[in-house]
């Protein structure tokens, strides 16, 4: 699947609902399970460990919270490339 198909064909909705899902914050979840999810995209996403990287290195909370929702949108679309039986 193309990109161009690939960025089509997600919901703006599935894609708001599938981030919340992945905030510990938002949904309680242990935050051990968010590294799991974090450690198994970054197979397929090598960004994913360079952000873990530079949040052990940002200096204040502002920067973590920022590198952190960016983790969390590349998350959203690998989780949203597996649910269309996207295989990495």
């Known amino acids: 699947?193309?990109?161009?198909?690939?960025?089509?064909?997600?919901?703006?909705?599935?894609?708001?609902?599938?981030?919340?899902?992945?905030?510990?914050?938002?949904?309680?979840?242990?935050?051990?399970?968010?590294k799991r999810?974090?450690?198994?995209?970054?197979g397929a996403m090598p960004l994913l460990h360079e952000l873990a990287r530079q949040q052990q290195e940002a200096v204040n909370k502002q920067a973590r919270h920022r590198i952190t929702m960016l983790a969390v949108g590349m998350m959203t679309l690998h989780a949203l490339a597996e649910d269309m039986r996207y295989e990495w």
């Open 1 to 34: 699947m193309e990109l161009r198909e690939f960025f089509g064909r997600i919901d703006p909705r599935a894609f708001t609902e599938r981030f919340l899902s992945l905030l510990p914050g938002e949904t309680g979840a242990d935050p051990n399970e968010f």
């Open 37 to 42: 999810r974090a450690t198994e995209a970054q």
